[in-house]
């Protein structure tokens, strides 16, 4: 119990802290530092915490280290109960993300079909894959994915952005340059809606 209360905190100071601006360099490399000891203090002392290494992969994606993201993750979710479908399915969804950012798209496709066959309603997964079978040119199968968003939330953002990049396809373009513009597209609409929630 007090070994995941560490780890739980040790993961909220990690994402406060990074986030500050606040602090100086040397600070914030030396709380990160010390909260990788907590996560290799717990993971020598019990090598099948899934949680523990969970939380690690997270920190790794967030300081852009993917490898030993990657490494982190595949271990959590072969420790994961299957019975905890929610987190299970969080888990392929941040190894999604990580492959995804090693250029792995097909292997991030795999991950999140896993995690909507865990949660089919997953609302992040089925905007994840929509936006990854966008970027692969898979355009119908993308609508079907913001379509099911849509039925799920009719003022969905999300899903309402993705029929949008879904669609746009100019007369005589390459699939290259409508893949681009699908990423480009994203990316703003991101921006765009992350600005106004924090309004």
Not at 40 to 67: C, H, I, V
Not at 69 to 74: G, K, M
Request: aromatic content about 10%; some cysteine.
């Amino acid at each position: 119990m007090v070994s995941r209360l560490r780890c739980f905190i040790g993961g909220i100071l990690f994402c406060f802290f990074t986030s500050s601006f606040a602090l100086h360099a040397t600070e914030n490399d030396d709380l990160v530092k010390a909260m990788m000891e907590v996560y290799a203090e717990e993971l020598a002392a019990n090598p099948q915490d899934y949680r523990t290494y969970y939380s690690r992969a997270m920190a790794y994606f967030g300081q852009g280290d993917m490898k030993k993201a990657l490494s982190d993750i595949d271990n959590a979710i072969k420790y994961f109960p299957r019975k905890e479908k929610d987190d299970l399915a969080q888990a392929y969804l941040l190894r999604a993300k990580i492959l995804s950012e090693r250029g792995e798209a097909k292997s991030a496709l795999t991950d999140l079909n896993s995690a909507l066959r865990l949660v089919p309603n997953h609302r992040l997964a089925l905007k994840d894959r929509g936006d990854l079978l966008c970027r692969l040119g898979q355009y119908d199968m993308a609508k079907i994915d913001y379509n099911h968003l849509l039925r799920m939330d009719t003022r969905s953002q999300s899903a309402f952005m993705g029929l949008a990049r879904g669609s746009y396809r100019p007369a005589g373009e390459s699939e290259r340059f409508i893949s681009s513009g699908c990423q480009s597209l994203a990316q703003r609409s991101e921006d765009l809606f992350g600005a106004q929630r924090d309004l």
